[in-house]
């Protein structure tokens, strides 16, 4: 199985901030990486697909880049709603895998 | 609009089989564009996907449940299931169902809001 290591595991920040969040895969996946944030007691909900691309209706402060073996979330600047657990997930073979999450929380 | 609907038990006993039910409205089960999928994620821990399924019949399974889980479609209920048997309390966890594209980027792009189950006696 591909394993998907995100650091941090947790990340203080204020409204306003500028936050990141790495994903490193056990191998090199292509851009084959999507990334999702998870509110307490809701679904994940999908942000960026194929490394670097927008879900439709997700705002543009949120970026991602990377590619091979190493992945980036960019939070341009952080808004009250942003506030929650991020996950990246590998879509480059089965069984699909997902990093350990990464909570961020206001300071 | 997409809409994915779980249902289970909430309580299944160690050894006895967990079976879920995903009712998908506002779209088609049959679409030859996408999987439709069960993830799981235990009580404080990551997501673990389980399976997927096509309408045509492939299907695809996460080694870690060991041959213990079946996936399957009723066109005819708009509904995806999932049967997982013999299970003991690392089952205990909430039940996703969600869509996936055919094509190897494949994000999980709607989801359910999630099925509780515990397994205890």
């Known amino acids: 199985d591909i394993q998907m290591t995100q650091s941090p595991s947790s990340l203080s920040a204020s409204v306003g901030d500028r936050a990141t969040i790495t994903c490193r895969a056990s191998?090199?996946?292509?851009?084959?990486v999507n990334w999702y944030h998870q509110k307490p007691g809701k679904a994940p909900k999908l942000l960026i697909y194929?490394?670097?691309t927008l879900q439709s209706g997700v705002p543009s402060r949120f970026s991602g880049s990377g590619s091979g073996t190493g992945f980036t979330l960019t939070i341009s600047s952080l808004q009250p709603e942003d506030f929650a657990t991020y996950y990246c997930?590998?879509?480059?073979?089965?069984?699909?895998?997902f990093g350990q999450g990464t909570k961020l929380e206001i300071k | 609009q997409l809409q994915l609907q779980e249902s289970g038990p909430g309580l299944v006993k160690p050894s006895e089989t967990l079976s879920l039910t995903c009712t998908v409205s506002g779209g088609s089960i049959t679409s030859a564009s996408y999987y439709w999928a069960w993830i799981r994620q235990p009580p404080g821990k990551t997501l673990e996907w389980i399976a997927s399924f096509h309408y045509t019949g492939t299907t695809f399974y996460n080694p870690s449940v060991k041959n213990r889980a079946i996936i399957s479609v009723d066109r005819s209920k708009s509904q995806v299931s999932l049967k997982l048997s013999s299970v003991t309390a690392t089952d205990t966890a909430v039940y996703y169902c969600a869509r996936h594209e055919v094509g190897a980027t494949s994000p999980f792009d709607y989801w359910g809001q999630g099925s509780l189950v515990t397994v205890s006696s």
């Open positions: 191998q090199s996946i292509s851009n084959y």
């Open positions: 194929a490394a670097s």
């Open positions: 997930q590998q879509s480059y073979s089965s069984p699909h895998t």
